[in-house]
Every structure is written in structure tokens, then in C-alpha cells.
């Protein structure tokens, strides 16, 4: 993996930024590479039908931390991460707030942190001046974990209320720099898990850079979040659909051949500045 250098050029702000946050987890396992700290970022644009958490999606809401204060409070597990851990940025979307992210990985690089970016991508566009802040992004962003909710652009939308055009060409341009990347799935039966979409979603994957996606993952669909819709007063558009079974998740991992990704490089810390 590419060491990633701090940016040198960015003025100091007047008033630190301030992140909406829904949640922390301080000892995350399945949100990148080894013991992470997460902190999961409030808003998001789409409503995935699978959604199980439908209380992140408001904008500006949440609880109010700077940076610092992120960084301050993940110091206090820093001992648990060994090489692998760091620093993990979700949502809701976390894209919808990337200032408040450039702020804290910036900040985390100077520290010699490990960042990773678990993004769906819809907010990504090659216009100005989201771009500038995404190349700058990818610049103190260790790895990212990108969701692919459905290969196919009506699909996409009918799934998400979006299509997924600027999501590909997120993942276009983040191949072209290398950028490390795992790719998650959810698998949903009657909306993702059909073996044309798998097998396309798959042939895609595989055009990537081998350097590049470290990782894929098959992230089966559950009905967990169910109990939240019926709190919220929100209609849940999947009721009555269970999990996908064993062999059908058996089934999506060999079309979209995760044993030919051997997971992640150890990520090594930056010299100080």
C-alpha cells in the first residue's frame, strides 16, 4: 500500500468543523482492517430498501463532535489496534460530510493513524468543488470499503432511488490512482440475488486492478432494522423477505469469486512529520 502524504496546503479554519454523528463504536471488527474505532457519520441521500438503519438518514442531526474530539477519544484505544486497526468513517453516507471527514483524516495522518472510508459513493461528482475535497480525500485515506448495492442502473434505482453511474465512476477513478478498496454486496433475495446480476457485478469486479480490491465481501441481507421502521412510523419495503439462505450466499460468493481476494496488506504507519 502507498504511504499517503498530509496535505500541506489547507488553511486553517476559523471555527473547527463540526461532524454530525450518530454513533461511536470503539471496538469495531467487520468496518476494515483489524480493531477499529467507528465512527458512524449522520445523513444520507438514498433509501436503500434493506436499510436497517433508517435514524441515520436526516441531515444535520446527531450529536456534534470536532475532530479533535474524535481523535482524542479513539487515542484512548489506540494500544488495542496493533497494525492493522485505526480509524473508520460511516454513515448514513459519510460522503454527505466530507469536509468534517478531509478535517479528521488529515488530522489523523499527522498522527500516524490508519483511515479507512466505508462509503456507498452516491454522493460522488466529478463537479467542483466536491472533486477537489474527493482527491484530496483519497490522498490520507488508508483504505475504503465501497458498497455496491446492484450492478445494474434501473435496478439500482428501483433499489435505492438512484442510479449508480457516479458510484462506477467513483470506483473508476479510485482504481486509476490505486486506491485500496475492499467491495461489499448486500445479498437480498427477490432484489439482489439473481445470478445474471451476480455474475455481471462479478466480471466487473474482476476488471479492477488486482492491486487495487483487496477484498470482496457477500454481506448477507436480515431484518434487524424492522423494529426501527415500525418505531419511526416509516413503511418497510421488504416486509415478509427473510435472509438469504447458506448456499445462496455460498452461491453469490463464488460468482463474484471472493477467494480470489486475499483480504488486505498490512498497513504500515507513516514516518513523523
Known amino acids: 500500500m502507498e504511504n499517503k502524504q498530509v496535505s500541506t496546503t489547507q488553511a486553517a479554519a476559523k471555527e473547527p468543523l463540526i461532524g454530525y454523528v450518530h454513533s461511536i463504536e470503539t471496538f469495531g471488527s467487520v468496518d476494515g482492517p ?36 474524535i481523535l482524542e477519544d479513539a487515542a484512548k484505544y489506540r494500544a488495542f489496534w496493533g ?10 453516507e459519510s460522503l454527505v460530510q466530507i469536509d468534517f471527514i478531509l478535517d479528521l483524516f488529515e488530522k489523523a495522518k499527522a498522527m500516524n493513524i490508519s483511515t479507512c472510508l466505508d462509503t456507498s459513493g452516491q454522493p460522488f461528482t466529478r463537479e467542483q468543488p466536491f472533486f477537489d475535497k474527493f482527491e484530496r480525500l483519497m490522498k490520507v485515506t488508508d483504505i475504503s470499503l465501497v458498497d455496491i448495492k446492484h450492478i445494474d442502473s434501473a435496478k439500482h434505482k428501483q433499489l435505492t432511488q438512484y442510479g449508480n453511474e457516479n458510484i462506477l465512476d467513483m470506483i473508476q477513478y479510485m482504481a486509476q490512482h490505486h486506491d485500496d478498496m475492499w467491495i ?4 437480498v433475495p427477490q432484489r439482489t440475488d439473481y445470478d445474471e446480476d451476480l455474475k455481471k457485478l462479478g466480471d466487473y469486479i474482476a476488471k479492477i486492478p488486482n492491486d487495487v480490491v483487496q477484498k470482496v465481501e457477500v ?11 415500525h418505531e419511526m412510523k416509516i413503511k418497510y419495503r421488504l416486509e415478509g423477505i427473510e435472509s438469504p439462505t447458506q448456499d445462496r450466499v455460498a452461491n453469490a460468493e463464488k460468482l463474484l469469486h471472493t477467494a480470489d481476494y486475499n483480504g488486505y496488506k498490512t498497513w504500515m504507519p507513516l514516518p513523523k512529520l
Open 184 to 187: 461489499r454486496h448486500v445479498l
Open 219 to 229: 454481506l448477507p441481507y436480515h431484518t434487524l432494522g424492522v423494529k426501527k421502521y
Open 83 to 92: 497494525k492493522t486497526g485505526g480509524i473508520t468513517v460511516s454513515g448514513g
Open 34 to 69: 483489524g480493531i477499529r474505532y467507528v465512527a458512524f457519520l449522520q445523513g444520507c441521500h438514498m433509501r436503500c430498501q434493506y436499510c436497517h438503519n433508517p435514524d441515520t438518514w436526516k441531515l444535520n442531526v446527531g450529536d456534534q463532535m470536532t475532530a479533535d474530539e
